[in-house]
């Protein structure tokens, strides 16, 4: 078992990657002999991670900062870094190495708030690891002014200092970071080996892996959580149903509001156990009284983390709502195919009767404008448009013939 293992259909980023991570340990390892750096390496400060959603950009990136700090006692002997059981792979692979930092959006967009201590961070030497690794998730999401914090930083990065950036496609990031990084594609893993991945590592019955890696269509993260959690699966069952529901405008109305209520209850769990053990971690660490009374001048420390967990909370339920709509562009993807006789894979086989309904009932145009209507709510939540209001003007557009 190897830090590799998980990068589900991705052989050839994995190989680019081991070897990068072995030129890597050479130049660690020739630094600490006092030796001259090896004459050529595939090792760079900087790396991109694109691909579509669902194939692994994190995965890989966090695979890659593992292997970095591999300290296996085989490493040394000629073995491969990345063993995925020694301390350095497993408190990187967990989130835990102190070397390694991760960025991603709590909100709409990652500010330069919440990129400023890891910037300065970027430009010391690695506290114990082998490695000053910087992880990047979503970088896409960067605004102007953090996205320039991290190109001054790529620009002229310390001598033991990585940058891990993932991005769905090259074009989502600035062209003067991108043009520095080395870049790597991944693309969408097979339904197969989603689903073997789900029996092997997860221990989900295979029946059920076939139908979560079907229904997801190759999402590594998301078909996992279909196969693990129930609540997921009657999240998507009620979704799946929503298209015969959406008779006139009462009916488009009421089931607009129950997908965003759906949505919010399930940020609300997800959020609760989350936000409570990091309350409650921080104020263990600022030395809280019994009974919970903080120290003279932490209140804002407190408040920052409340004000920070209140635009994840809000983040968290958009990508939610985005989920929702991703099975409901599935459905309707399903139903064109129905129309168009095409011998395309249908992924929701579990509600073949209503697929067949609605595309007995509608013409491939209809079934189009109903796509570019989810397309249309996805862009207004990504503008920042009230989920409601985006979601209600999807509704009533799936109601029209």
């Known amino acids: 078992m ?33 030796a001259p750096p090896p004459a050529a390496s595939k090792m760079t400060h900087a790396w991109l ?37 020694c301390d350095g792979c497993h408190t990187a ?16 967009m990652i500010l330069v708030r919440d990129m400023r201590d890891t910037v300065r961070k970027s430009f010391t030497a690695p506290a114990n690891g082998r490695w000053q690794v910087i992880l990047v998730e979503e970088a896409e ?22 940058w891990l950036l993932c991005a769905p496609s090259v074009e989502d990031v600035l062209p003067t970071i991108r043009s520095r990084c080395r870049h790597l594609n991944l693309s969408t893993p097979s339904v197969d080996a989603v689903a073997d991945l789900l029996v092997r590592r997860e221990g989900i019955e295979p029946d059920v892996a076939a139908a979560a890696a079907r229904a997801t269509q190759g999402h590594v993260d998301r078909a996992r959580r279909l196969a693990t959690d129930p609540a997921a699966r009657e999240r998507r069952a009620a979704v799946l149903k929503l298209p015969l529901r959406v008779e006139d405008i009462g009916s488009a109305l009421k089931a607009a509001q129950e997908l965003v209520d759906a949505a919010a209850e399930d940020a609300k769990q997800l ?9 409650d ?24 983390l409340e004000d920070m967990q209140k635009r ?10 985005d989920v929702a709509l991703t099975d409901l562009t599935g459905f309707y993807r399903d139903v064109l195919a129905l129309q168009l006789g095409s011998r395309v894979a249908i992924a929701n086989a579990d509600a073949e009767d209503a697929l067949e309904r609605l595309a007995r009932g509608n013409s491939p145009e209809s079934t189009l404008r109903r796509l ?20 209600e003007a999807m509704t009533m557009a799936l109601r029209a013939g």
């Open 2 to 34: 190897t830090v590799w293992d998980d990068l589900v259909g991705q052989q050839r980023v994995s190989d680019q990657l081991a070897a990068a991570a072995r030129d890597a340990d050479a130049l660690v390892t020739a630094a600490a002999a006092g």
């Open 49 to 85: 991670f694109t691909g579509p959603p669902g194939a692994g950009r994190n995965q890989a990136a966090r695979a890659f900062a593992a292997a970095l700090q591999c300290v296996s006692p085989d490493r040394a002997l000629g073995g491969s870094p990345g063993c995925g059981f």
């Open 93 to 108: 692979l967990i989130g835990t190495h102190a070397d390694v930092s991760t960025i991603t959006a709590v909100g709409a």
């Open 141 to 162: 999401r960067l605004n102007e002014s953090s996205a320039n914090a991290v190109l001054k930083a790529v620009e002229e990065p310390a001598s033991r200092t990585v």
């Open 271 to 279: 959020a609760e156990q989350r936000d409570t053990k990091e309350t």
């Open 281 to 304: 971690e921080l104020k263990a660490a600022l030395g809280a009284a019994q009974g919970g009374r903080l120290p003279r001048g932490t209140a804002s420390v407190v408040k920052d």
């Open 312 to 321: 994840r909370r809000t983040r968290t339920q958009r990508d939610s709502l």
């Open 372 to 391: 570019e209507a989810i397309a249309a709510c996805r862009d207004a939540l990504d503008r920042n448009v009230t989920p409601l209001l985006a979601v």
